[in-house]
């Protein structure tokens, strides 16, 4: 268990999401996804076979996106590889988003960790201007529960979803992010914490914690542009109000595209130069 | 088990592939995963954990490449379509190349089918062209039964490796993979079978047993860039002699790329506009 001079910040992004990999400028993946009766059937082997239970049915997926098969492995992988180097997350906080969440439990699958329970953290959330003026709305605890998530259902956030501002500016959010990161690791003073969030939060959650100023708006873009799915960091307590960026620590995760196979390339004579794939 | 209007031939390609996915024009991926004391040690977790033992050590993946972590995924989601939609191959053949042989076992996994053992059969191996004048080299089955892969002993192969010529015309390769079809589809009269194999292979092992010529260079080069990994052809046997191409068994199988992380982009001032990610 972390001595101060052991104890470390881990931030990572989540997997591959279905609504990057498969909405397009013509549809929206879940338009293609609902048959007329209502039901769920996925069209291709990278969508989720099976989506948990909400209030607001599918529609609700449309704006809280959940993993692709490729991102629960991508999730799984950096799990194996926190536990090939022991590294160990004493208390585990996620972003409300279901891709989160769902990246937080491919991680611990990968780690072996059946024990450990998630805490639903708002704060964590993405920058609400990236919203685009649509509220977030998330699985509740209950629903989580019911879908099997392993969530705590008596954690008080440090920043309650009411709480959340549409209008936020780049610095609040980079004030957000830290609170959380500050308010966190003082209320849990010992162990490692995993934060499971967004592209960006790696930078927000621990540029202050290490003594930097917030980013403008264009090194920040350029920073989120270049944070793949499963990006992590590390910040480690170098003394009692002081922490600064190891790096990432496991090796990254890179891997190529794959296109949709259309079988009428081998009985329809030139269909071949057709070029939309995806 | 396949009476003649059920009985199928079913052809897929490998998965993701260790050198598409890492070598660059500046570096083959071995030179970079075997470090100065020999050892192999993976430099992102796309890279399989272990490689199996192989009597040219490891210098021999260079041209025989094992399939990447994503590879194997890709493998296991169509064989757990092939298991929705209750496709049974009741013989598999493979491609002595390891990526063939890995998806295979991939695929297996998929479906749940722990007891069912894959033939290794030469007369499935890429068109030799392919191999720019190296000479193919693969695991014996002795080093495919150490490796734990589920290999028969004693089947006697179609083609031998001996009479794979390294000049071989396109013709050539076409029938030399509609004499493999033929003659296993007469030496298994009944039950589906699995090809698992190349590119090409979909087409190639499928096109004259359907009544149609050999391609021209032009027409199969196109075909083949349109042949994602895990693309999968279905054939059905229509009559004593006659097979008809259905289309694809499964849906397809698509997936976005992900770039390796750099921390350094959250330390460095100005890093992030370092654009050689992979």
Redesign the interface.
């Known amino acids: 268990m972390g001595s101060l001079d052991t104890r470390r910040l881990i931030v990572c992004r989540h997997g591959?999401r279905c609504d990057?990999?498969?909405s397009t400028h013509r549809f929206h993946w879940l338009d293609k996804a609902i048959d007329e009766a209502g039901r769920y059937q996925?069209?291709?082997?990278?969508l989720p076979r099976n989506l948990p239970k909400r209030r607001g049915g599918y529609d609700s997926f449309r704006h809280d996106t959940p993993l692709?098969?490729?991102g629960y492995?991508?999730a799984k992988?950096?799990g194996?590889?926190f536990r090939d180097r022991e590294i160990k997350p004493h208390h585990v906080f996620v972003s409300p988003s279901l891709r989160c969440i769902q990246t937080a439990i491919g991680i611990l699958k990968g780690m072996n960790e059946n024990h450990t329970k998630l805490h639903i953290e708002p704060g964590l959330f993405e920058w609400m201007r990236f919203c685009r003026n649509v509220a977030p709305s998330w699985l509740t605890v209950d629903e989580c529960l019911a879908a099997g998530y392993p969530v705590y259902q008596d954690y008080i956030p440090v920043v309650k979803e009411t709480e959340l501002n549409m209008n936020e500016s780049l610095i609040d959010f980079y004030d957000r992010s830290h609170l959380v990161s500050k308010t966190l690791l003082s209320r849990y003073p010992t162990g490692n914490l995993l934060f499971v969030a967004h592209g960006a939060t790696?930078?927000t959650c621990?540029r202050q914690l290490c003594g930097e100023a917030p980013r403008s708006n264009e090194?920040f873009f350029?920073?989120v542009?270049?944070?793949?799915?499963?990006?992590?960091?590390e910040a480690r307590q170098t003394g009692a109000e002081q922490f600064e960026?190891i790096?990432?620590p496991?090796?990254?995760?890179?891997?190529?595209?794959?296109?949709?196979?259309?079988?009428?390339?081998?009985?329809t004579p030139g269909y071949?130069?057709n070029t939309d794939?995806?």
């Open positions: 591959e990057f990999c498969f996925p069209f291709n082997l990278n692709t098969e490729m492995l991508q992988l950096i194996r590889a790696l930078d621990t090194e350029e920073i542009q270049k944070t793949p799915y499963l990006s992590s960091i960026i790096g990432t496991v090796p990254p995760l890179a891997h190529s595209a794959n296109a949709a196979y259309d079988s009428q390339y081998l009985t071949a130069n794939t995806l």
